[in-house]
Nanobody, 120 residues
């Protein structure tokens, strides 16, 4: 079992930045690809990006968001820059043994989410 806990969400003005963290406990963190997803009210959960030994981003966030991981701290980060009101959502981290994938069903473990709200 892997437990994931996100933090770092909050309210920010458009153009601002936030840094989300996801701390993992349980089995070997470094063996998992880690993904970030988000879900806005009334919308499906969507892939934001992920990291294994490479990173991969959704087109909508490429150039604005950056994912990194620190295996010594069992932590993955999502740096959100140039935030837009459309980025408002609950952000989730997830762990997969299948590599970075955009499909929610290919992730084995999920955190509880952290709310990001961007005001205009």
């Amino acid at each position: 079992q892997v437990q994931l806990v996100e933090s770092g969400g909050g309210l920010v003005q458009a153009g601002g930045s936030l840094r989300l963290s996801c701390v993992a406990s349980g089995r070997t963190f470094s063996s998992y690809a880690m993904g970030w997803f988000r879900q806005a009210p009334g919308k499906e959960r969507e892939f934001v990006g992920g990291v294994a030994w490479y990173t991969y981003y959704a087109d909508s966030v490429k150039g604005r968001f950056t994912i990194s991981r620190d295996n010594t701290k069992n932590t993955v980060y999502l740096q959100l820059n140039s935030l837009e009101p459309e980025d408002t959502a609950v952000y989730y981290c997830a762990a997969s043994q299948r590599g970075v994938t955009t499909k929610t069903y290919e992730y084995d473990y999920w955190g509880q989410g952290t709310q990001v709200t961007v005001s205009s």
